[in-house]
């Protein structure tokens, strides 16, 4: 069997451009820079629409990123 690991940051990395921002900007950026993960931190609450969800997973899978939440336990 044989290891692999993905190299990553939690959040947008320091030189995300501002368009296109937030979590789509950061996984074109990401790619961009040699990463090829990156953990999306919405830890005090989650604050994304269905639609946005769908512009994340769509750039995360054009890009070949694998994402992860840091998320609260508890969702109201």
Do not use: N
């Not at 005090?44 to 840091?70: G, M, P, Y």
């Amino acid at each position: 069997m044989t290891l692999s690991f993905k190299f990553g940051t939690v959040g947008s990395p320091s030189g995300t451009p501002k368009k296109p921002g937030g979590s789509v900007g950061a996984i074109e950026f990401s790619k961009s820079i040699g990463l090829d993960t990156l953990e999306l931190g919405w830890v005090q609450s989650v604050r994304v629409t269905e639609a946005t969800c769908a512009l994340i997973k769509a750039a995360s899978e054009e890009h070949d990123v694998a994402l992860s939440v840091h998320a609260p336990y508890f969702l109201t």
